[in-house]
């Protein structure tokens, strides 16, 4: 089928599903964006390419829809019925619960009872969220064994465990057997999420399905297994909605659909920069170290069961390993302590940054050491994951031994690979003939204290995530939309496209699909001007709260109170009056869930109700009509470079002659700030009004920009008295 006869079929879909819904109104913008994917996604060539033919041809669009455009319909309904004319599937890529949730449980349903063709759908998840049996079940048992133990209470607690109470261990077990007992009666389905009160990390994580610790069809509880009960609903479906982490977390695997081959969708798609940077970043522990032995000894256990002979060197890679390593914890600290030291009164990790990427010549020879050994001991892994694989598959009866001994290896190897990963990016370093053209890596030291134990870590991250994405992503996808309420930054795509990776794409096209509502009519931007710079902390904070309870005092139905930080929100929280302080739900107060509740119940029944919220509060909140008819932005959410991989980039714009402020602060802030404002209006008959106390917003140059960023709300400007 010829590629303008697929795209016009989907537009064909698109028609008939939206107008046949009750309710329809003809969104001029959505017809726009639809027409748009349709074309885009029928322009990729999917599929294997035979040796010499030439390049498959790519195909992206990066499509800005605001809010009221109807964005997931636009891009689900020509996406879903391309992919089936063409025999391929559609990938939708999230970065929130909230936009999941919202698709598989609403959009989808109600599409797949329209469309003429039939199409399955599943959400999926990593492999991490769901419940390994084998796992379970054992650690349900005495919990006895001294293994057994330090799967229950995780490798870190070593040296605390022989101090820990015996009821701690019993009330754990019992955790665990609640667990197993749910699962059995299937009153549970072994996703966390399903659990009525999912458990921390600590408890979780013991348990998890993890592919270093899987023997999959060779385990004896395969075919009670939940993760590949649920990797048959991704192979039935042609539609799969994820999320930006697993996304990225999954190149390479065959967990989700190739890339090469079906059809991507990357749905509040301005997140995906940042996702990208905190996957490939990288971090290793130099302090608590008994792991090594420990793996090294569950490893070599493995000769009892089978010839490996790989692992006559274990000893020695694991003796090198943990030797390196303290050697390059004692020069981290020879060459930083006095300046971590320094900041024991800081909140967090004290951590100090090595300038330029470029570390001290004395680190490299350990450091060195310490990658060959990772690999080398990671080979020996592979041979003892491939043998133990061997013994299973041979001796059926033995398969619950072998697959405990199995698990306790891979339980730790993932720690050596991120031993053996994070070297990697430490040592890459720029020659010295390099002339800055060479981006280095974010590279840091952290040191923090874990009980008795002080606890110094290495940390490497790249800094640019468009050459990151471009390199993982871009290099298998052929066709793909991004979207997102927010992707232009003071009007432009430039910033977003650089960030993405997609800069200089000539597979990209780029569309900006204004907001059916009539902003300047149904809102009003009020640019509350303090005679306090903003800069000044303190003075500006006090005359700010000041002016904010003042405009609080008149709200009759529902706001939101944004903050930039906690102390900010504290001081306006202590300056309530006690009348006002039953209007105001504060967001660290309360659940989230049970917050929203109550700020409905109470504009529904006409009572004032204010929410105090921070960032977090500040995207993926819809509260439309009386529910937010008053926003208030306490100062604008600038998010300074002032993290190792912000500070890291920061210093190699400035060392190649260019200005930060203007290229990653402005821009990001302009996106921060449109996602903020875009909780005043959420539907045509919405009016709001959004207040700004922070006065760089209409008197400076790099504010007239933000503003081009805005909606075109009515703009009014007051002076604070």
């Known amino acids: 089928m010829h590629e303008k006869k697929w795209a016009q079929d989907a537009l064909n879909s698109f028609d008939a599903l939206v107008g046949a819904m009750p309710g329809f109104r003809n969104r001029e913008g959505q017809r726009k964006m639809a027409t748009q994917v349709a074309q885009t996604l029928s322009q990729a060539q999917l599929g294997k390419v035979d040796e010499g033919d030439p390049e498959p041809r790519r195909s992206i669009a990066v499509v800005q829809a605001g809010t009221g455009v109807g964005k997931s319909l636009a891009y689900s309904i020509p996406a879903i019925s ?6 391929t599937r559609v990938l939708i890529s999230t970065a929130t619960v909230a936009l999941q949730e919202q698709l598989v449980n609403k959009d989808l349903p109600a599409l797949a009872q329209q469309l003429d063709q039939p199409f399955k759908f599943a959400l999926a998840k990593g492999r991490g969220r769901f419940v390994c049996k084998l796992k379970l079940e054992r650690l349900a048992s005495t919990g006895e064994a001294q293994d057994e133990m330090d799967d229950l209470f995780g490798e870190e607690e070593a040296q605390a465990r022989a101090a820990r109470p015996r009821h701690e261990l019993e009330a754990r077990i019992q955790f665990y057997r609640s667990m197993a007992d749910a699962l059995a009666t299937q009153a549970w389905n072994g996703d966390r999420d399903m659990l009525e009160t999912p458990p921390e990390a600590e408890a979780w994580s013991p348990v998890a399905a993890e592919s270093a610790s899987c023997t999959g069809k060779h385990c004896p509880a395969f075919s009670q297994c939940v993760y590949y009960e649920r990797r048959k609903d991704l192979v039935a479906a042609q539609v799969i909605v994820a999320n930006h982490d697993l996304l990225l977390s999954s190149l390479g695997s065959k967990l989700l659909p190739e890339l090469d081959n079906c059809l991507l969708v990357l749905d509040e798609a301005h997140h995906l920069p940042s996702t990208a940077l905190d996957q490939f970043a990288g971090e290793m522990d130099l302090s608590r170290l008994t792991w090594i032995d420990k793996l090294a000894s569950r490893a070599l256990r493995v000769n009892t069961v089978a010839e490996v002979e790989e692992l ?32 024991k009164d800081s909140y967090g990790p004290a951590r100090v940054r090595v300038p330029r990427g470029v570390l001290p010549e004395d680190l490299l020879e350990p450091l060195g050491l310490i990658a060959h050994h990772a690999d080398r001991f990671l080979d020996a892994l592979r041979a003892v994951s491939k043998a133990l694989r061997a013994e299973i598959k041979d001796k059926p009866e033995e398969s619950r031994r072998l697959s405990t001994i199995y698990a306790q290896v891979g339980a730790l190897a993932p720690r050596l690979e991120s031993i053996f990963d994070t070297t990697q990016l430490l040592l890459q370093q720029a020659p010295e003939d390099d002339d800055r053209k060479t981006i280095p890596n974010a590279k840091w030291f ?39 309420a927010t992707l232009t930054s003071c009007g432009q795509f430039d910033f977003f496209l650089r960030e993405s990776g997609l800069a200089g794409d000539a597979s ?21 001007e303090t005679a306090a710079d ?14 904010l309870l003042t405009d609080l005092s008149r709200v009759q139905a529902g706001a939101l109170v944004l903050f930039t930080s906690r102390e900010q929100m504290r001081q306006a929280v202590d300056a309530l009056s006690t009348a006002m302080r039953s209007q105001v739900l504060v967001q660290t107060a309360l659940p989230r869930p049970t917050l929203l509740a109550r700020h409905r119940d109470a504009v529904a029944l006409g009572e004032p109700s204010i929410i105090f919220g921070m960032q977090s509060f500040g995207e993926g909140l819809d509260l439309p009509g009386a529910l937010c008819e008053s926003l208030f932005i306490t100062k604008l959410p600038f998010a300074p470079p002032d993290d190792p991989v912000g500070e890291a980039r920061a210093e190699w714009l400035r060392s190649s002659g260019r200005n930060p402020f203007n290229e990653l602060v402005v821009p990001a802030t302009a996106i921060r700030l449109a996602q903020w404002v875009g909780r005043a209006i959420r539907t045509e008959e919405d009016r709001a009004h959004v207040y700004c106390y922070d006065r760089r917003l209409v008197a400076t140059s790099y504010g007239q920009q933000l503003i081009k960023g805005l ?4 703009l009014q400007r007051q002076a604070v008295r």
Do not use: C, N
């Not at 903003?534 to 000041?546: D, H, I």
């Open 312 to 343: 006559a060197d274990v000893p020695q890679h694991a003796g090198q390993l943990r030797q390196q390593l303290q050697e390059l914890a004692r020069l981290v600290m020879a060459h930083y302590g006095d300046a971590l030291k320094s900041q």
């Open 508 to 528: 990209v096209t780029t569309l900006e699909v204004p907001s059916p509502f009539d902003y300047a009519r149904q809102g009003t931007l009020v640019a509350r």
């Open 534 to 547: 903003p800069r000044e902390a303190a003075r500006f904070t006090e005359e700010m709260v000041e002016a």
């Open 711 to 714: 909606p075109p709300f009515t």
């Open 82 to 87: 391309m992919a089936l004319s063409r025999g």
């Open 446 to 484: 952290t040191l923090e204290t874990d009980g008795e134990y002080i606890v110094v870590k290495a940390h490497a991250s790249p800094i640019q995530p468009g050459a990151t994405l471009r390199q993982h992503l871009w290099s298998q996808v052929r066709g793909a939309v991004l979207t997102s």
